[in-house]
């Protein structure tokens, strides 16, 4: 691995190139998380770095960060509101953006992953999930990607195949998720609830209104699993509020070290995504040591050997989902090795100073480019 610590390369002046990764949020879900990693990263390689958003905290205010930009900057796409302005604006720059596809979006008329839709190939005329406009949406997304000639990057070669015909012509490079190790993050005692024996973990941003992650189907999950396991208590995190029903307790969006932190403290993580790119939750929990549950769709079977560092199962099927949590919880030896499988596969493909490494590469060769004019 590359010493993450000292500047990519000396051969050009790459001290005096900008950089800005945009973001819709600032603080708040996966695509904020990976953009604050590499700005730092660049930073501490001597690179001027920065991190802008759409909308500044929770109120929904816009940034008052957003500024115009000179044509040194080196834009880094994470997430927008809007991808045809959004890249539209980097026209006058001196390098191309790079876009990193944490969804689908950038080439579906609305929607976020299409499922078993495959209307997106062919214009998405008649979105049959009622988003309007949907056929001229797309197409503003596929003109303004074919004049503005992003670097594309996908997390998972699920979701860079899928690219690749959306866009052909377009190559897609494969940069899997990076995250902290868990030693490096502070506990957080106050966000954890008073439980004792296992603990069963359900993560998403919406909780149990997460249309992609099944938050309405989180407690059908956990009944079944109560059955064998009457003992087990549940934790649901990612709700509006904070709440408690006999032995399911709700937490509202917490920080990601306090998410880490009980990680540290649970039994096994159900994760019922039924749509996916290569989330971070499961990277979290592989880091934490703990036992994950999930269905294997889009990139998640990029993350998790089934039977070896976690468990897949049949999309939609919640009763296997629930008998396989079960089976782990009623075998503890076998579940902390599989967990301690997925941590050395964690720490040996996804940490950070790897990802930035990857796309240091690539800012590299934007940056030499534009040495050479």
């Known amino acids: 691995m590359k010493d993450s610590t000292i500047p990519f390369s000396m051969s050009t002046n790459l001290s005096r190139l ?6 819709i949020l600032r603080d708040q879900g996966g695509t904020a998380m990976i953009a604050g990693l590499l700005s730092l990263g660049m930073c501490s390689r001597g690179w001027d770095s920065r991190v802008e958003s759409e909308i500044c905290g929770t109120n929904g205010r816009p940034s008052p960060d957003l500024k115009g930009r000179d044509q040194d900057v080196l834009v880094h796409i994470h997430s927008t509101q809007n991808w045809p302005k959004t890249l539209l604006s980097c026209l006058g720059l001196k390098q191309r953006p790079v876009v990193t596809m944490h ?5 579906t008329g609305g929607c976020v ?22 056929h001229e949406d797309w197409q503003r997304r596929q003109d303004a990607a074919a004049l503005v000639k992003p670097v594309l990057v996908s997390p998972s070669a699920w979701l860079a195949e899928m690219a690749e015909r959306a866009f052909p012509g377009l190559k897609v490079r494969v940069i899997a998720n990076g995250i902290e190790q868990a030693s490096a993050l502070k506990d957080d005692q106050g966000h954890i609830p008073d439980f004792q024996g296992e603990l069963v973990l359900f993560v998403a941003h919406g909780g149990v209104e997460a249309g992609y992650k099944s938050g309405g189907q989180w407690m059908r999950i956990w009944k079944l699993i109560k059955k064998t396991r009457p003992r087990a208590r549940a934790l649901f995190v990612g709700n509006k509020v904070q709440d408690r029903t006999a032995d399911v307790f ?10 880490r932190s009980i990680m540290e403290r649970a039994s096994i993580l159900i994760y019922p995504s039924i749509a996916d790119n290569h989330p971070l939750v499961i990277l979290e ?5 703990l036992p994950v549950v999930s269905f294997g769709v889009g990139g998640i079977p990029e993350q ?18 629930a008998e396989s949590a079960a089976g782990l919880l009623m075998h503890p030896r076998q579940a902390r090795a599989m967990a301690e499988q997925a941590y050395g596969v964690a720490m040996d493909r996804f940490t950070s100073p790897r990802m930035i490494d990857e796309y240091g590469d690539i800012y590299q060769d934007l940056a030499a480019k534009k040495e050479e004019k």
């Open 250 to 259: 709700h937490l509202p969006y917490l920080p990601n070290h306090a998410v």
């Open 18 to 23: 900008r950089m800005v990764h945009h973001t």
């Open 103 to 107: 969804d689908a979006s950038l080439f």
């Open 285 to 289: 929990a592989m880091m934490s040591r």
């Open 304 to 321: 998790i050997k089934s039977g070896s560092t976690g468990i897949l199962i049949r999309p939609g099927d919640y009763q296997a989902m």
């Open 113 to 134: 992953y299409p499922l078993e839709c495959r209307k997106w190939l062919a214009g998405c005329h008649e979105c049959q999930r009622g988003y309007s406009d949907s």
